[in-house]
């Protein structure tokens, strides 16, 4: 009896066709992305080398040195914040059992929800000379203004304080995971050794959770770094402030790209260090035989201690700004309700919403490019795209502006020699470059969150389909869009919230008379209107808290 060979089945070569035609749009529109995403960094790489030797000695002999020095103490201060923040509250959650710990698990996370700058108008409201708390110190003692000295909230190291206590949270999820996955065997050989429990952490569990706990103080630092608001409305000089003064105040455009050159290199340089950290990462799983570690019974004077130091960063970071953000919108005589605030809003909610769309997408092309043909040049495409997450939103506009506005003024001379026609800044004056900045600011988030979900779907699924002659095309809106629903929402949210709080980028490339909350709260802050300043602000905070709110849910399941 002879055995049957299956039939071989053929796609018609139409179809071939389109699957080889659908395989070089991904490559061609992956290529086009990343294209985008690099051109930034090299505009500013070429305006910064063709600005002239005279501005960078001018810049050497005068600023440099001040912008260089501050912003690297601020990252000093902000790194050694996050780290002892973060890292203490994820082991009390993990390790320890309190009254109330469950609950801190999940409210830890909340202070992402506020943008630094925000948190800055509160604390300068009750803060500074007229708040209440000083006024409160004066009417209680008698003391006059010089009778008595009390801290500086708006100096360096007030603006390192409210970025610790809105960026801990990367350090804290990021170092609780690492302690979650860690066995009881290490550690118990720690304490049969004699080792007290803190002894224990920090000679065993502190160095296994070293990888995940670094890249969250790195990802804080990059931050950091990119912050403009807080460190503006504080008076602090750093590289973020001065590429806005030197490119709005003093019309230096080159001044702007050497120092926005400098804030790019640093900037690449804390992106490779959080990569090298990742990529040398080792996580030894144990198996169910080493169990999971007990955790330990807190009493007395160690459950008050574990208390603060779990609700301290919780009241400062989101309770207390919150009351005080309700308490100066009442004094405020902003309504949201008038013509000139609903521009506000439907100016931020079509930025948001139409970055966020195309930020996505181009997120979802990388990503199935990269599945389809993996390879260097795919690695390439989407490795590149993620480096705009380490480029800060003034850099990329400056980077973006400066080749533009060239392409525009060029333009413009040729249209009015040849057709004596004015054409203006058809590219720089639109909200396009703007969302295009987005997109190269926020499109590794975007691509995270959708690697993440896709890393769920078998890529026998994309055989089945591709048997059953679907393109690339067809495979990805009938297979992998249905299934990866729930990771293409959580990655349109998280650009849109992220759009919402973005002010440098914002600030520098806005089209005239288009003004958005995040504007509008930092225009009024900067006039010394604070309570004005606290209803846009807390419209910014009440959209932040929904993919937090995401968070917490997940951090509740373990």
């Known amino acids: ?64 040195p001040r912008y260089a020095g501050t912003t690297a103490y601020l990252v000093a201060l902000v790194a050694v914040g996050t780290l002892l923040t973060g890292v203490g509250a994820a082991w009390l959650v993990t390790m320890t059992r309190f009254p109330g710990v469950r609950l801190f698990e999940m409210l830890l996370v909340l202070p992402l929800a506020f943008p630094a700058y925000v948190l800055a108008y509160a604390y300068t409201y009750i803060l500074d000379h007229p708040g209440i708390v000083q006024s409160t110190l004066r009417d209680v003692t008698g003391w006059g203004p010089r009778d008595y000295w009390f801290p500086e909230v708006r100096s360096l190291p007030g603006a390192a304080l409210m970025l610790v206590l809105v960026l801990y949270p990367y350090v804290y999820l990021l170092a609780r995971a690492a302690f979650l996955q860690q066995s009881s065997g290490a550690f118990q050989a720690a304490r049969a050794l004699g080792n007290t429990p803190l002894q224990a952490f920090w000679r065993v569990s502190l160095p296994m959770a070293r990888p995940a706990i670094a890249t969250g103080v790195l990802l804080a630092v990059m931050e950091t770094v990119a912050d403009f608001g807080t460190v503006s409305y504080f008076g602090v000089q750093t590289f973020a402030t001065g590429i806005y003064t030197s490119w709005f105040a003093l019309a230096d455009r080159g001044g702007a790209a050497q120092l926005a050159l400098c804030l790019l290199v640093f900037s690449l340089f804390l992106s490779v260090s959080e990569r090298i950290s990742r990529g040398r990462a080792r996580y030894h799983h144990a198996g169910k035989q080493a169990g999971k570690m007990t955790p330990v019974e807190l009493k007395g004077r160690a459950r008050v201690l574990a208390w603060v130091a779990c609700g301290l960063p919780l009241f400062l970071g989101f309770v207390l700004p919150v009351i005080v953000l309700f308490d100066m919108s009442f004094d405020s005589e902003q309504n949201l ?222």
């Open 1 to 64: 009896m002879t055995a049957v060979e299956p039939e071989k089945t053929y796609a018609p070569h139409g179809r071939r066709g389109g699957l080889k035609a659908s395989n070089r749009i991904f490559r061609r529109m992956s290529m086009v992305i990343a294209a985008a995403c690099l051109l930034p960094m090299l505009a500013v790489i070429v305006a910064a080398l063709t600005g002239g030797i005279d501005t960078v000695s001018h810049l050497a002999e005068t600023v440099l």
């Open 337 to 558: 309700l008038s013509r000139r605030y609903i521009g506000f809003i439907k100016n931020s909610l079509t930025l948001a919403g139409v970055a966020a769309v195309i930020t996505v997408s181009a997120a979802i092309f990388l990503g199935l490019f990269q599945r389809l043909q993996p390879g260097r040049l795919s690695a390439a495409a989407s490795y590149i795209a993620r480096l705009g997450y380490a480029v800060p939103g003034g850099v990329i506009a400056v980077g973006l502006l400066v080749p533009f506005a060239a392409f525009d003024n060029a333009l413009d001379a040729w249209m009015r020699e040849t057709f004596d026609i004015r054409t203006g800044l058809l590219v720089t004056g639109s909200i396009w470059l703007l969302v295009a900045a987005y997109m190269v600011r926020f499109l590794s988030a975007a691509l995270g969150a959708y690697e993440g979900g896709m890393a769920t779907v078998h890529s026998n699924m994309d055989a089945a389909a591709r048997s059953l002659g679907q393109t690339p095309m067809g495979m990805l809106r009938r297979v992998h869009l249905p299934l990866l629903t729930p990771s293409v929402l959580t990655a349109l949210l998280i650009v849109f919230v992220d759009v919402m709080k973005e002010l440098p980028a914002t600030l520098i490339m806005r089209p005239f008379n288009f003004d958005t909350l995040a504007v509008q709260a930092h225009r009024l802050a900067a006039d010394e209107r604070l309570e004005g300043a606290a209803v846009p602000s807390l419209v910014i905070v009440a959209l932040g808290l929904i993919p937090v709110i995401l968070i917490c849910r997940q951090v509740g399941r373990r």
